[in-house]
């Protein structure tokens, strides 16, 4: 007797995992040819995407969660790439090319013929967007993909330009010496190019954390250049005797700001990398350095009456960082976006303007009232335009683009004289700003 109940249950059993081995499959099946369906014109909509994570719950819920990742048949999801930043990488490639390797190139060839240049210019325009178009081609191009392949190429300049400098190959009359100096900046570019993308795949960062990674590598370097010209006397450079002392003073500087470059990025990362930044929180701190840098000379200008210009441009590079930071803390719990920034921008300086212009009606001519007025037209302004502004956290700032440009194809109907419609080919602009 117990054996026959042991045979009844075991069939039952089994019957029972039959069944549901018999629905998975079945819902596999259905989930297949809806995302065969889904992917017939060889994309998926956000919509069909939601229906097809729909039937994955509803599967995930059919079957022993155990085994739901075992599954013999896994779908690929083909994300389109993200290009936004593609057209800002192609147009200063295009620039470049015209502008450095349009004339370089025929230069390190020592072509004589004036018009090897004209024509190295406009070939070298055309050259430069056809390669990154090929470059580019199937490469994901966001926005901040680029700004670090564009500021790794002009920092790439500037340490060719400063080792030209430094091995002195930017002067004299020596034809290989002014030909190897050309050969370092075409090289530099590109170095600093592939740098920049190399910084981008390691640690991704998102478009505003790029453009305050790079703000603060440039700002770094600038300040280096006020200290430097601050705590070291620029030698004068009236007679043959003191080339010298020139020169060594001026590698000084060239050395001190190359340094300074790598140290300002490294910084910038560390304060950048767990904060959550907008483009347009990014300009906001570039104008809170610029900002802060004017007013800083503005102060100055009313406290002290005579110093060197050395030192006044280096208290008022130290005070522009400082109001950066100051920036930095007065939107950390808010999201700007593009057309924010911008407005706080104009908000800031049509301030400062207010003041000048009420001290210039009360025939103000002093300058310490003057300035103030100014300096408390700033305040009021930054003031008032951030109480108007409702700028509130959005982590989606972060994520996306708050600037949409796209160029298209159209045509335009005009009526001529004999009243016939012509249609004239154009291109349609559009720009749209969160």
């Known amino acids: 007797m117990k054996a026959i109940l042991l045979v009844v249950l075991y069939f039952l059993t089994s019957s029972d995992l039959i069944a549901q081995q018999l629905d998975t499959l079945k819902n596999q099946s259905s989930y297949k040819r809806a995302w065969n369906a889904a992917n017939a014109n060889g994309k998926i909509s956000s919509e069909e995407r939601i229906l097809l994570d729909i039937m994955v719950e509803s599967l995930l819920l059919s079957t022993d969660s155990s085994k739901a990742w075992e599954q013999s048949w896994t779908p690929l999801f083909n ?15 295009i620039a470049i090319g015209s502008g450095l390797y349009g004339w370089g190139i025929p230069y390190v060839l020592h072509a004589e013929d004036g018009r090897w ?11 430069a967007f056809y390669l990154t178009y090929k470059y580019t081609k199937d490469m994901e191009m966001t926005h901040a993909r680029t700004q670090m392949m564009r500021y790794g190429s002009l920092l790439g300049l500037r340490y060719g330009s400063g080792l030209n400098q430094l091995f002195e190959l930017d002067g004299g009359d020596e034809e290989d010496r002014e030909t190897l100096w050309a050969w370092m900046l075409m090289a530099s570019l590109p170095a600093g190019h592939y740098g920049g993308e190399i910084l981008f795949d390691q640690y991704e960062p998102t478009n505003g954390q790029a453009w305050v990674w790079t703000m603060w590598t440039g700002v770094a370097g600038v300040t280096s ?21 020139y020169d060594t003073w001026f590698k000084g500087r060239t050395i001190t700001e190359l340094i300074a470059y790598p140290l300002g990025a490294i910084y910038g990362y560390k304060i950048t990398k767990e904060k959550q930044y907008s483009f347009g929180d990014a300009l906001m701190l570039m104008q809170g350095w610029a900002y802060g840098y004017y007013n800083t000379m503005l102060v100055q200008s009313i ?24 920036y930095d803390h007065h939107i950390q719990n808010d999201d700007f976006s593009f057309g924010q920034s911008t407005l706080m921008l104009l908000g800031s300086a049509s301030g400062t303007f207010f003041g000048f212009g009420t001290a210039i ?4 001519t ?19 335009t951030r109480k108007i502004l409702e700028v509130k956290p ?10 949409r440009l796209s160029l298209l194809p ?23 700003f969160k």
């Open 79 to 93: 994300k389109p790439l993200d290009q936004s930043g593609r057209w800002p990488l192609v147009l200063q490639n």
């Open 303 to 326: 406290l002290f009456d005579e110093g060197d210009d050395e030192t006044f441009f280096m208290v008022a590079g130290l005070g522009a960082i400082g109001s950066a930071f100051l």
């Open 410 to 432: 159209t045509v335009i109907p005009s009526i001529g004289p004999d009243e016939k419609v012509t249609l004239i080919p154009g291109i349609g602009l559009n720009i749209t």
């Open 394 to 403: 959005d982590g989606s700032l972060a994520q996306t683009e708050s600037t």
């Open 225 to 245: 250049r006020l200290i430097y010209n601050a705590i070291s006397d620029e030698p004068s450079y009236e007679y043959e005797t003191d080339e010298n002392r």
């Open 361 to 364: 009606l009360l025939d103000v």
């Open 117 to 127: 240049f004209v024509g190295g210019v406009m070939v070298s325009s055309g050259g």
């Open 366 to 384: 002093d300058r310490e009232p003057m300035l103030s007025m100014a300096l408390a037209g700033y305040g009021a302004g930054t003031w008032f």
